[in-house]
T-cell receptor
Framework: DQQVKQNSPSLSVQEGRISILNCDYTNSMFDYFLWYKKYPAEGPTFLISISSIKDKNEDGRFTVFLNKSAKHLSLHIVPSQPGDSAVYFCAAQSGGTYKYIFGTGTRLKVLA | DGGITQSPKYLFRKEGQNVTLSCEQN?????MYWYRQDPGQGLRLIYY???????QKGDIAEGYSVSREKKESFPLTVTSAQKNPTAFYLC????????????FGQGTRLTVV
């Protein structure tokens, strides 16, 4: 039972354009959402997060949007750069527990 | 430098042998986690611990065991009962505070032959 889903396994975007990565979740108890970036054979690094009391959080080129009614969040990267090429994981955490539930990841390739 | 150290980076074991993966953190975090990454399956939670001497099973705990005798350390043992042990294993830690991120180690690639 996959509580956090990333339905697009891969995405290719031209350098300078916008990258939009999507994530859906099923558990309405989730109240904190995170995006991580991962290179092969390395640990994930934290990118940006959003609390369920907000619908948008921005940090430089990265913006995360949360639509609670649709149980959907997205990560926008503008402008995309070749160094952004990596696997991106969304994760969720529910109040009262400290465990993080991850999606299956989306491999982003930014073409120069 | 504060961080999470996983060792070794690469580990090879023969089928039927138990193997223990090390995870140490000096971030003073209360919570620690073990995840497993397989191609196309994302990060799946094996075990997590919110405090010393206490831990809970994650989604795929069968064939694994852990201990949390010290705040800094959360070793994972892959037993011979784990049917598909070859994978990339990731350890993480976080403060015991809601709405904060987890920090990950660099991972251990375990290959069982």
């Amino acid at each position: 039972d996959q509580q956090v889903k990333q339905n697009s396994p891969s995405l290719s975007v031209q350098e300078g354009r916008i990258s939009i990565l999507n994530c859906d979740y099923t558990n309405s108890m989730f109240d904190y959402f995170l995006w991580y970036k991962k290179y092969p054979a390395e640990g994930p690094t934290f990118l940006i997060s959003i609390s369920s009391i907000k619908d948008k959080n921005e940090d430089g080129r990265f913006t995360v949007f949360l639509n609670k009614s649709a149980k959907h969040l997205s990560l926008h990267i503008v402008p995309s750069q070749p160094g952004d090429s990596a696997v991106y994981f969304c994760a969720a955490q529910s109040g009262g527990t400290y465990k993080y539930i991850f999606g299956t990841g989306t491999r982003l390739k930014v073409l120069a | 430098d504060g961080g999470i150290t996983q060792s070794p980076k690469y580990l090879f074991r023969k089928e039927g042998q138990n193997v223990t993966l090390s995870c140490e953190q000096n971030l003073n975090h209360d919570a620690m986690y073990w995840y497993r990454q397989d191609p196309g399956q994302g990060l799946r939670l094996i075990y997590y611990s919110q405090i010393v001497n206490d831990f809970q099973k994650g989604d795929i705990a069968e064939g694994y065991s852990v201990s949390r005798e010290k705040k800094e350390s959360f070793p994972l043992t892959v037993t011979s009962a784990q049917k598909n042990p070859t994978a990339f294993y990731l350890c993480a830690s976080s403060p015991q505070v809601m709405n904060t991120e987890a920090f990950f180690g660099q991972g251990t690639r375990l290959t069982v032959v």
